[in-house]
């Protein structure tokens, strides 16, 4: 597992949960920015990435 793999996903989250709750589309955008980005961190270490609509809990 690599260190920015972990970086990324680790910013990913932390920016996909600050944005998930929100209702304008700028809160789900960058929802889904975070998700894209802990995506790319979880498969960099050679994990499945999240595949469910950010704020779902999941």
């Known amino acids: ?3 920015e793999g972990k970086v990324k996903e680790a910013a990913g ?4 949960e600050l944005n998930e ?3 304008s589309p700028e809160s789900q955008k960058k929802a ?3 998700r894209d980005l802990r995506n790319e961190g979880r498969v960099e270490d050679g ?3 999240k595949t469910t609509k ?3 809990g999941h």
């Open 54 to 56: 950010p704020g779902t």
């Open 21 to 23: 709750h929100g209702k």
């Open 47 to 49: 994990k499945a990435p």
């Open 1 to 3: 597992m690599s260190v």
């Open 13 to 16: 989250f932390v920016k996909e």
């Open 32 to 34: 889904q920015e975070g």
